[in-house]
């Protein structure tokens, strides 16, 4: 199962890092895609890292803010936010896929998802 994390309160301009991570299975074989959805939107792909690490996708809105990484060692994916602006506010979730960012950013193709964790950025 997965679970995100990192989630919080931070103003305009400001940083977090989100955590996604696997309790009781590996993601080493696991393409993970970042997801968000604000209330009244629809959920929308903002990143995707492969399973070797060396594939990564962006959403224009986020391209040179967020970065996304993975630490197979910590079985854990990370999506560094910077520069965060008001409209980056939602929940946040990974989800997780075969090998490649093939289904990304078709969320509801995703293989497995985890918990999301809130991100509010104030103006």
């Known amino acids: 199962q997965l679970q995100a994390s990192g989630g919080g309160l931070v103003q305009a301009g400001g940083s977090l890092r989100l955590s996604c991570s696997a309790s009781g299975s590996t993601l080493d074989y696991h393409a993970i895609g970042w997801f968000r959805q604000a209330p009244g939107k629809e959920r929308e792909g903002v990143s995707c890292?492969?399973?070797?690490?060396?594939?990564?996708y962006y959403a224009e809105s986020v391209k040179g803010r967020f970065t996304i990484s993975r630490d197979n060692a910590k079985n854990t994916v990370y999506l560094q936010m910077d520069s965060l602006k008001p409209e980056d506010t939602a929940v946040y979730y990974c989800a997780a896929e075969p090998q490649r960012c093939n289904y990304y950013p078709i969320y509801y193709a995703m293989f497995y998802w985890g918990k999301g964790t809130l991100v509010t950025v104030s103006s």
């Open positions: 890292i492969g399973s070797g690490g060396g594939r990564v």
